[in-house]
């Protein structure tokens, strides 16, 4: 199954997006967030290391919000 958030592009709206107001960098093709927290493609939670435990979590549930915001949408 491929993810909705496939693109780097994607997440990295989704951060922008709706409140969360995440900062967010790239560094090659993983986004860091927050200055702490990476995100490796393919970008799923999985992905989400190098942060605090806390901040690695907050990351982690964007990303599934997000997913299921997506497939909701597309499932329309």
């Known amino acids: 199954?491929?993810?909705p958030l496939s693109t780097p592009h994607?997440?990295?709206l989704s951060l922008f997006s709706r409140g969360f107001?995440?900062?967010v960098r790239w560094d090659k093709t993983a986004i860091v967030?927050?200055?702490?927290?990476?995100v490796n493609n393919p970008y799923f939670?999985?992905?989400v290391n190098g942060g605090t435990p806390a901040a690695n979590e907050r990351v982690k549930k964007v990303l599934e919000l997000e997913r299921?915001?997506?497939q909701a949408r597309s499932s329309a």
């Open 1 to 3: 199954m491929s993810s």
């Open 10 to 12: 994607s997440f990295q």
């Open 21 to 23: 107001r995440l900062p």
């Open 33 to 38: 967030v927050m200055d702490e927290v990476r």
């Open 45 to 47: 939670p999985e992905n």
């Open 68 to 70: 299921r915001r997506l």
